[in-house]
């Protein structure tokens, strides 16, 4: 009967620990508001001009953008909200 008991616990605490887990999980997957307020103009400049002189948006085609997003996504650690963003207002120019 003990044993019984105890695995009835334990399965709740489990069950209970993983629904934590997956409303910090979600809540984590939010888009901050520090972004989701931003224009891509914004993000543009004040992510590309932090490391370098960012370059007139016309200066580049659609898929040369794409391949310098695609780039710099990873050496900026750009969130998809701020890549689309950006690349949308990149794309705008032309």
Not at 17 to 30: E, Q, R
Request: positive net charge; contains cysteine; charged residues 20%.
């Amino acid at each position: 009967m003990k044993n019984t008991h105890n695995i009835k616990i334990s399965s709740f605490v489990g069950i209970m620990a993983i629904t934590i887990i997956s409303f910090v999980l979600m809540d984590g997957c939010k888009v901050p508001e520090s972004i989701a307020n931003k224009s891509g103009a914004q993000l543009w400049g004040e992510n590309c001009n932090r490391c370098h002189n960012a370059p007139d948006p016309k200066t580049y085609s659609d898929d040369q953008w794409d391949a310098a997003i695609e780039h710099m996504r990873q050496k900026a650690i750009l969130t998809d909200t701020e890549i689309n963003k950006i690349r949308a207002f990149l794309k705008s120019a032309n």
